[in-house]
């Protein structure tokens, strides 16, 4: 068990006050020892807090008095959402992409959680293989809520096999006592034809409806492939067999819809793509609760583009909306928009709100938003508008969405570009400002500015308005300055 290291303090805030500073290990709160960032912060909601801190690794030797209003934040950031070791995952799927990634990356990537607590706080799927009783009178007990649960198939041989792990045979059981203890749980199942797709979907989603009626969402997503895989039995779908997912799908939301009042399961964007179709209007996503997931995203996208800003959806915050004090780092990391570089190469500055640039405009982005871009741009009244579509060859395989664009890629395909250019790239392809391979935009052939990834702020982008962060407006979605 490793106690939370102080990362930042808030100016004037009570943890300031009481002479708290960065770098101090909090060993106890109040006498009790937090296992994870949900008890740290049950442990300081309250209006008096002992700590007992250790400072460069020695007891201080006196107790840490806060004053506060009960709930109010302490003021503190720390280094980790759980104390005593993330829960690291028993399973051995074929279709996982952390066994697909290159060697050499940020050791955080590697990381196989299937942590309830980082389903939670992030919203990672959990397979819940290792949960426990104990686990599960937590969860219940405490309301952690919503939970992400990968089902992949309900059958228990069939999930077993894609999890390589017997228990997940057994495992969805706990799925049933969350759901009918009324914690809100979405699943998800990851397709890999020829294993889980035709009749094993059909039966999945039959199962869903007998065993687990009370799960709040479904998505069905493909699996991802790059050229690292090493599985014979792993390769993209074919037309014909996107084809099938959707239609399946499709019926599947009729009889959830007649049965159960809802439509309970949504289809991943990129099976739209590969099955050539035309994506659902907004009101078929349902508010979209699985936007995260790749679910809904180009239909948002779209709407806001098109100037609905209700439509400009973030990554969702979650338990981060309200949590003091808990790290994204290792996790989900705030995109960061680099600062400027005033050399002509790297991060730039979009202009000044109202001030004229006539620069052409080229929009980076991975394949799969070029083909959604292009017509937005073609459509749009400025005729210097154009997409890159900038093939994923760091990764390969059928990679082709813009959040796994790296360094390497985006700097082949901008040394052929002309100066003289805007470039924008999306906000999701970066990690507090770097990308997944670790280079920052700074160090790319061309000055690029970072736009964030939902189509309001692009058009703001193109337009030259400045978009006002999402909690700037009310009621948090984001807005145009202009
Ligand atoms: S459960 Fe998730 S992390 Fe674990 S092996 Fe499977 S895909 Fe990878």
Known sequence: MSAPRVTAVAEASPAALAGLVVGDELVSLNGQVPRDVIEYQQLTDVAELDVVVRRA????????????VEGQPLGL???AAVFDRVRTCDNHCAFCFIYQLPKGMRKS???KDDDYRLSFLYGNFTTLTRFTELDAERVIEERLGPLFVSIHATDPAVRAAMLRNPKGATSLRWLRVLLEAGIEVHGQVVVCPGVNDGAVLEDTLCGVLDEYPALATLGVVPLGLSRFSNEPDMRPHTTAEARAVCAAVADYQALYRSTLGRRLVYLADEYYLMAGLEFPPAAAYDGY???ENGIGMVRAFRDAFAGDHDSAHGVRPGFFAWVDGAPAEGYRAPTVAPRAHGDGRGAARPPAEGARDDRPIAVLTGSFGHEVLAPLLAAHPRRDL???GVDNEFFGGTIGVAGLLTGPDLARVLRTEPEGHRYLLPDACLSQGRFLDGTTPEELPRAVEIVASDG???RCALDGRRARPREAQPGGSAGCGA
């Open 57 to 68: 690794g020695r007891d201080l030797g006196r107790l840490v008095r806060v004053r506060k």
């Open 77 to 79: 950031e720390i280094s």
């Open 109 to 111: 990537l590697y990381l």
């Open 289 to 291: 609760p699985q936007h």
């Open 386 to 388: 154009r997409t890159i």
């Open 456 to 458: 309001w702020s692009l």
